[in-house]
């Protein structure tokens, strides 16, 4: 039996992309978490240091949040 | 050499470029002849990255006196962030070179997936770098050091929502030494101060701040300046 063959197999058993997209969901949900958790990380070092930077630095995390949450409905409505 | 540099001279007969580089050969030779104290008072930093910056301007702290300047901010050496750069680098790569490596083994999971899964994958993967970069570059950026007039402050972030923010008063300072350790530390001229202090915190350890002993010069000259000061004043 030749490897690609047996490569296939292994893939339809498991059902791939189900199980593909399960992690992908899970790891979306955890990464939108992690940006929410950046964004405060962001004010409060912004609050403890203030410099001519942290306006865009903010402005960059709540994009951060934006785009994440915005990859996690894709996958969920795509994938 | 000296008809070679006249000829080099005639040739830029751009008066707008001689201008520009009188001005910079003059900063140049200026810099040369102050001493470091000089360098740091009369400098005020206008670069927001800069890892070494006398006298930023625009920047202030958490529980900053009135009357309190600061006379110094420090950040790692740039050099300390290239593990984090070539790391991202591969981030960026990988997706090319995925492929290829799954192909050494004969794998083939990538051909399960449809482009426009594929398109949404790579999407989340670059997203994921940019999250990295971005934690990357904001813990760089915000653990800094601080010598100011009257203090010298440590703010450290550990890991996410850890803050932890010593201060330890100039008369409180009893013995400073700086170190120089290693190839990359001489090369690019970077070290640890160590702060022996009678405050609540018993040492402060700067960690890779450039031009380490030029800081420590720094920090005695101010802690002579607080000790000449009469107790209670912040000038």
Sequence with gaps: ?79 | MRIRWRRFWLRVDNRGLRAKFFTLALVWHKIRLMSAADFIHTTFSKNPFAMFAPQPVGVHFENQESGEKIILLLRAHIVTLVPSVLLILLFIFLPFLAPSFLGIFRLQALSVFDPRQLILITIFWYLFVFGFSFYKFIFWYFNVYLITNERVIDIDFRGILHKETSYAKLNQIQDISPKIIGFFGTFFHYGNIYIQTAAERPEFEFHNVENPNMVAQEIHEQVRKEEAEPPGVIA
């Design chain 1, 1 to 79: 039996m030749p490897i690609e063959d047996i490569n296939a197999s292994i893939f339809e058993n498991f059902n791939f992309i189900f199980f593909a997209k399960s992690f992908l969901i899970l790891f979306a949900i955890f990464y939108v978490v992690f940006a929410f958790m950046l964004l405060r990380q962001v004010q409060l070092m912004c609050r403890t240091l203030p410099t001519s930077l942290s306006p865009l630095l903010k402005f960059l995390a709540i994009i951060h949040i934006g785009v994440a949450v915005a990859v996690l409905l894709l996958i969920l409505g795509f994938f």
